[in-house]
């Protein structure tokens, strides 16, 4: 039926119920038009029906039926129930003499409560169904670009520019603006908009680790550099961008080196800091292995270096090593894992190392070498250490 194509997007379309239902019956009957709608060729009935379920709109409905559909349309010649019927069948809706509303209803009524001259002219000039979609829909994405704005702005720009929070990790709205796919696990999704509310640049925000890990323009293409005075202020005196308020550190990979190093200045000390970590796993020893990790403080520069010691060794010889150990090295038990290789059954203990290494990102090159290079002398003494020990069993 031709009805069908009032099915809007699925999210929308559960707001907008819940928000007409709520006053519906109250202020939307303040045009008497059901005389003007039978005038139409509608029966008493259906323009009852149409009276109550459109209200300030709903001559302009009937005459768009009239004028596209004639006396074909018999949606609204059945008595009508309040409730939203979905799981009925067609033959109990007929027995029980109601009519289903379809779920476009609920967009139109939403709509038509602020915005009843828009609604109104959307019917006048739409020759179907598919129009009237294509026309609300676009609207309904304005409007909530619109109420983006007002409500879930992050950062305001003097110019009328902003980052809008949208709330989520993704967007479809976002994503078949910017025709990339407005979707990432790893944060929260922000959108840099204009003061027309039109989306510039996506980027990827987990507040708790205060790391961005994407920015995208569109067609997941590079950001145009024109916009790029809204992630990091040029000079001073401009206004804060994104990174200067949250100070967050960028974690794309994908971007080029220009925006990388005007997003963060520091951003060759973060590459230096992964490249030295690297190196730590090349101080492995026959029966140790080494593995690192380096985590951010949150809302800091501050950095922690941990370490773990991968030994391999037999069940019965984990006390063994452990009374040896407990008096000369600061290593914690944190894992065990079985592994059979070349036949043969090994257990594999994981030893995490105390204290923790400390360091910051805004250190000078100098200074984060001279860290990384005592902190390669100590564990490779600790891996040899450990290697020794595990020697002595056999």
Request: aromatic share 14%; charged share 30%; proline share 3%.
């Amino acid at each position: 039926m031709a009805y069908e194509y009032f099915n809007y997007n699925d999210r929308w379309e559960k707001i907008l119920q819940e928000e007409a239902m709520k006053d519906v019956k109250e202020e939307l009957l303040n045009e008497d038009s059901q005389g003007r709608i039978v005038d139409l060729g509608f029966e008493k009935l259906a323009a009852k029906n149409l009276q109550t379920l459109f209200g300030k709109v709903a001559y302009a409905v009937a005459e768009f039926l009239a004028r596209n559909y004639g006396g074909s349309f018999t949606l609204f010649k059945k008595p009508i129930t309040w409730a939203y019927i979905r799981e009925v069948s067609d033959d109990e809706i007929e027995r029980m003499q109601v009519i289903e509303l379809p779920e476009g209803v609920y967009t139109v009524q939403y709509l038509a409560k602020e915005y009843p001259d828009i609604v109104k002219a959307v019917f006048a000039k739409s020759k179907d169904f598919e129009d009237i979609k294509i026309e609300l829909s676009g609207f309904i994405t304005k409007i909530s670009k619109k109420k983006a704005a007002e409500e879930y702005s992050f950062i305001k720009f003097p110019n009328g520019w902003y980052w809008a929070n949208l709330c989520s990790g993704n967007d479809e709205g976002e994503a078949k603006e910017m025709q990339h796919c407005g979707s990432d696990s790893r944060g929260g999704l922000y959108s840099l908009r204009d003061k027309n509310h039109h989306s510039h640049i996506t980027l990827t925000y987990n507040k708790e680790e205060n790391i961005v890990y994407q920015i995208k323009g569109k067609q997941n293409a590079q950001p145009d550099k024109k916009y790029w005075w809204a992630l990091r202020k040029e000079k001073e005196g401009d206004p804060d961008g994104f990174f200067d308020k949250t100070e967050a550190f960028l974690k794309d990979l994908e971007i080029g080196n220009e925006l990388k190093t005007f997003i963060n200045p520091q951003s060759s000390n973060y590459d230096l800091m992964y490249e030295r970590v690297k190196r730590f796993k090349g101080l492995q020893t026959l029966n140790v292995n080494i593995s690192c990790r380096i985590d951010p403080e949150e809302g800091t520069k501050n950095y922690t270096l941990y370490f773990y010691f991968i030994a391999r060794m037999y069940e019965e010889e984990r006390d063994l090593f452990m009374k040896q150990v407990e008096d000369k090295l600061p290593l914690q038990t944190v894992e065990r894992e079985e592994r059979y290789k070349q036949g043969e059954h090994w257990i594999y203990f994981t030893f995490e190392y105390y204290p923790e290494a400390m360091l910051r990102l805004d250190w000078t090159k100098e200074k984060l070498n001279s860290f990384f290079d005592e902190w390669e002398k100590e564990v490779e003494l600790t891996c040899n250490q450990i290697e020794e020990i595990i020697k002595g069993f056999s």
